[in-house]
């Protein structure tokens, strides 16, 4: 309290003597009350008694709140202004006083009364819960052929040979399930129990074809007979294996339920069909390869294009197709062309890419090359304009698939909606449903929505694989000769002159020459 007495002989007062005045009685710390200070200051300024209170202590404030789901607690802190602080054992007994006896962070509560003030500062976190990881399927072979639909979503594809071909007999294991996780059950604060999803259980296919389950363990698949292993989505099939030295007039054609290893060529006009992999050991001279799985040819592939011949004769594998060179070829894969030479006027068509040139020239020369993402060679065309179409960023199956999808998922959103109504009714009208068809609608609600994830996820692969699309490309890693055309869709780009290293991609006026960068 400050009290004025009327003294003629008294200076005027202001706002910072009246503060010195506080701080050298000691009082410094007090909250300075503004609007009393300024009364009494008038008051004395006019020669007008009066007694007014202008500063007062004022106790430290602290305000605990818990999240909605009792995982964490937050402090808010006002320091003191003359009052009494707070100590730890105060913050302590309000967090008792909430009921919260778990996940109490004693660092966190010293650091923020350290700090003084502080706003919503954490310092109790209860455990959350960790859901179990989902069952899974692995492999026991490292070098296992992979036939599961794949597609790199940075536009780039491993290009390793593919060597051998892998056998495994009768007995070998092959695969091992692991059943999920399940989980870590979580604490909140106040003690109460959050319970952990459990993880999703995968099953092995129905039907493995050339496998078997261990007697001893059910989760162990084995090989059923000597063959190839090759991993297929839900699990992994052992594939006959038929080796020949050479296919010519001699052996006949071949058709093969597996895979077929020639250790030599195949000759003018035979036939190689497989539903598996075929591999090559030499060169493949006018004749036609069909495989359900990869194929590799070690030596070259001579076609028919061109010459004045009455074979037919083409390549074509579901998966990758790799060769050290290709000429006078019509070859088509279901994933990637690789080829480690030369194209020289090939019809080269690849759903994802086409590259040519690994350790050798990378030559693609004439002929026509498509893919959906990239066309790639070292040098592409040649010195003498000869015509090199390329076609790129198209593929009509991958939009086909987007709007399949969205179809189908629109169909199970529908059904989901139906039965939510119905349990939103069982909620609402207790007693007038049966529990038992409560109970299959539940199964189901969880079944739809299980199955609408699966869905919006492959959209979502298929939408980035249409993206990718967006960005394709043709490179020429070190020259790009004039008579090169480039085919986006219905736009076409010509290649006028002769460039170093560079790419023909759709700019933002259409295409366009860019950096390799």
Known sequence: MATVVPDPEAGLLDEPLLREMIAAEGWGELRYLSDMSLG????????????LPIAEAVDARIQLELSSDAMEAWLSLMPAEGGKSVCVETV???????????GIDMPAIEAALLAGKIERAVIARGKRPVNGADGRLE?????????????????????????????????????????????????????????????????????????????ENPNLLVAAITGQPVVVPGGMIVEPVYK??????????????????????VCTGMKVRATGDIEVGGVVDMGTLEAGGNIVVKGGVLGALGRKTSEECAVHCDGNFHAVYAQQAKVSAGDTIFIDDTAIQCELSAV?????????????????VQATYSIAAKVLGSPNRSLTRCYIGVNPNLLQEVQELAKVRDGLETQLLEVSKLLDFAAKNPGRMPPHMIEKARVTAAQLSQQIAEKRAQQEVLQQQLELAQGARVVAEQLLYDGVEVHFGAVRYKVAGEHAGCAVANGENGPELQSLK
């Not at 302590?92 to 778990?102: F, G, H, K, P, T």
């Open 139 to 215: 492999s026991l072979i490292p070098e296992v052929r992979d036939r599961r639909p794949r597609i790199n979503l940075d536009g780039y594809t491993d290009y390793r040979d593919l060597g051998d071909i892998f056998v495994v007999r009768a007995g070998d294991w092959l695969m091992l399930r692991h059943p999920p996780g399940e989980g870590e059950v979580g604490r909140n604060l106040l003690g109460a129990i959050t319970p952990a999803i459990p993880g999703k259980t995968v099953m092995f296919a129905s039907t493995l074809s050339g496998t078997a389950f261990d007697p």
């Open 40 to 51: 009494l200051i008038s008051s004395h300024n006019a020669g007008t008694a009066c007694s």
């Open 352 to 368: 994802n890419h086409v590259k040519v040139g690994g350790k050798k020239r990378g030559n693609i020369v004439g002929g026509s």
């Open 92 to 102: 302590l007994d309000l967090l008792a006083e909430n009921n919260v006896a778990e």
């Open 244 to 265: 020949v030295a050479q296919v010519s007039m001699a052996t006949g054609n071949i058709e093969f339920d597996g895979s077929v290893v020639v250790t030599g060529d």
